[in-house]
């Protein structure tokens, strides 16, 4: 951690029972979110990623690990309200997330009154956080949300988180549900406040497209884990992972990849109650080799800002990935 | 599945709800048949209720010597068995039964949301302890439950109102639990506990207004059971004997032999008004909760 983290993740846990034994939808991530940074977190469905973002801030409860807020321990109510005061959530679907028998202006002045902002300074700040979003005050304060669009109501819940005038914003896939058009518009919005109120952002998304353009560093994640990490332009154009390798050949980027081999997945992601011996991608890698199946590879520097939990990457096996590449 | 069908999807989902818009109850009450039936019966009694004492042509308990007196010009329903008016005793009566009503339907409205609030809410432990309670005051018959508490206790209108208060309000807790164990994982709840929001606050701001229009819907039904059950409370002499009701008529009538002298017109005024009532208030009430829950609706 230096004076620029905003949180930190530390070898972070999340298990769910399931039927069929315990779910891990999060296996041990560590992540680190600087101020003013848009980080990316990119995954299938299933990868853990919207779980990651819950137990970020404490709505769903972690099995092991950290996370820490300026390097303090968040624990117990008084470090959670200041979390959650200081860092806000975006949900996936803004048709469930306004409460349908609240007015708009009830929906963004809610987190004033539930962190105990005074009164005074309720309708100012209301004001402003509507309008930086691109909604009129006058005309939508007194909507319901049945009377809004899709759009619209994802930017009512963007300016409920903002009116609190947060460092961080979690974004859990903030546009997945939304129309092309209207899709830009809430990026631009976002992208907008990262550049005047030097928001950070932790970007959700299963589409890596959009992670490209909009995130200074992308992790990405499969079954409950970071298997790779590193600036955006590195971490798409010259993926280390087979995995990332994978994702990116599968989606149309332009000038990513490099225009190499297409190397399509086989197979479905595995359920999280029986994540995969060794390294959890080895039954679905194409460039398995030897150890893949016994050892499970932690993060390994790959050069510049990147790290791969890939065992092709680790030195001491140098000779025998050689090997592999020579069949 | 495409994005047009899925939008398509969350626009049916996003659905004005019950009590969204001012004019729906409205609608709902002059717009159907039923509604208009059921108000305009509802305000023919509350008008009785509220100015009986003053239009009645007899003191209620004036006795005379004309005793079990058909009906005829001076008495319109006849006389009972101590020589009162019967359309006045009908007319003052209005006021115990739907005071009964409504007060025992609010008792068990209010302790019937708060067991499925906090059971639905919470979950766990607390949850199990109310659901076992909840089962056990559905299961037991009410009545003989009734007439045992209310044989307990002093007869008096308040006995009366809190025993089948106590007694009716399981079903409405039922249904609120059901309700919030839906509304507690919906995505606003969650958003508001992303933003530091205690279990109180999102009871009282999320969860009790998304059930309100459910809670109302059951009550109204609740009002016409209690009206039925202080009848039959009050014609098995557990009512307040110092007030007269339609109950207590009903009582009065049978002890003094009223059905075998052939008084029809005793016992058949207070009979039809309990029927007319109870079933006005009851159509309202299917009215209210086919509006909240769409799927007891016959076509979509």
């Known amino acids: 951690m230096n004076d620029e983290t905003l949180m930190d993740v530390r070898e972070l846990e999340v298990q769910f029972r399931a039927r069929r034994g315990v779910a891990r939808a999060v296996d041990g991530v560590s992540l680190e979110w600087r101020r003013g940074e848009v980080l990316g977190v990119v995954g299938e469905s299933g990868s853990g990623k919207s779980t990651l973002a819950r137990a970020m801030l404490g709505l769903v409860p972690s099995a092991a690990g950290a996370v820490e807020l300026e390097g303090r321990a968040v624990n117990g109510k008084a470090s959670l309200g200041e979390l959650r005061r200081r860092v ?21 002045t809610e987190p004033l009154i539930v962190q105990g902002v005074p009164r005074g300074e309720h309708e100012a700040r209301v004001r ?9 005050p006058e005309r939508f304060g007194g909507r319901y949300p049945y009377q809004l669009s899709g759009g619209q109501r994802q930017r009512v819940a963007i300016a409920a988180a903002l009116v609190l005038e947060p460092e961080g914003l979690i974004c859990d896939e903030p546009v997945s549900m939304l129309d092309a058009s209207v899709r830009t518009q809430i990026l631009a919005v976002l992208g907008e406040l990262k550049r005047r109120r030097g928001l950070g952002l932790v970007f959700i998304t299963h589409d890596l497209s959009l992670a490209w353009a909009l995130c200074d560093r992308i992790a990405v994640m499969y079954l409950g884990r970071v298997v790779e990490q590193g600036s955006a332009p590195d971490v798409i154009e010259r993926p280390q992972h087979p995995y990332t390798q994978a994702l990116v050949t599968a989606v149309p980027v332009p000038s990513a990849g490099g225009g190499g081999r297409r190397e399509l997945l086989s197979g479905e992601l595995p359920d999280a109650t029986a994540v995969p011996s060794g390294c959890r991608f080895h039954p679905r890698c194409p460039r398995r080799f030897g150890p893949c199946d016994r050892v499970d590879p932690p993060l390994i520097a790959t050069g510049g800002s990147q790290l791969a939990a890939c065992l092709l990457h680790d030195p001491a096996l140098a000779t025998e990935v050689q090997a592999a590449r020579g069949d | 599945m495409s994005g047009e069908q899925a939008g398509a999807a969350v626009e049916v989902l996003a659905q004005p709800e019950f009590g969204d818009e001012p004019g729906t109850v409205r609608e709902l009450l002059l717009g159907t048949w039923r509604g208009r039936f059921g108000l305009a019966v509802v305000a023919l009694f509350a008008f009785m209720a509220l100015f009986g004492k003053a239009i009645a042509p007899y003191p209620p308990d004036a006795s005379s010597l004309d005793v079990l007196a058909p009906p005829s010009i001076h008495h319109l329903l006849g006389t009972t ?37 906090v059971g639905g809410y919470f979950g766990g432990w607390t949850d199990r302890g109310l659901d076992a309670l909840e089962n056990w005051f559905l299961v037991i018959p009410t009545l003989p439950l009734m007439i045992v508490l209310a044989r307990l206790l002093n007869p008096s209108l308040t006995v009366l109102i809190a025993v089948i208060g106590l007694t009716s309000w399981a079903g409405t807790g039922r249904i609120v639990r059901a309700q919030v164990l839906t509304l507690r994982e919906r995505a606003f709840v969650e958003r508001a ?28 039904l609740i009002v016409a059971v209690a009206i039925l059950s202080e009848a039959a409370l009050s014609f098995l002499g557990l009512g307040d004997p110092t007030r007269i009701s339609w109950g207590t008529m009903l009582e009065n009538a049978f002890e003094s032999g009223a059905p075998s002298a052939q008084a029809w017109w005793y016992v058949i005024p207070p009979g039809l008004c309990i029927t007319v009532l109870v079933l006005a208030i009851s159509i309202l009430g299917y009215l209210f909760e086919e509006h909240v829950n769409p799927r007891l609706r016959e076509h979509g």
Do not use: C
Not at chain 2, 83 to 112: E, H, K, N, Y
């Open chain 2, 193 to 220: 506990r992303a933003l530091g929001a205690g279990d109180g606050y999102i009871i009282r701001k999320h969860i009790l207004p998304n059930t309100l229009p459910l809670i109302f819907a059951n009550t109204v």
């Open chain 1, 88 to 108: 806000q959530m975006i949900f996936q679907d803004p048709y469930q997330t306004l409460n349908p028998r609240q007015r708009v202006g009830t929906i963004v």
């Open chain 2, 81 to 117: 068995e101590s020589g009162a008016d019967v359309l006045s005793q009908v007319l003052v009566g209005a006021r115990v039964s739907i005071v009964v009503g409504l007060a025992a339907a609010a008792i068990s409205a209010v302790l019937g949301s708060t067991v499925g609030l």
């Open chain 1, 128 to 136: 402003r956080a509507l309008e930086d979003v691109g909604l009129d």
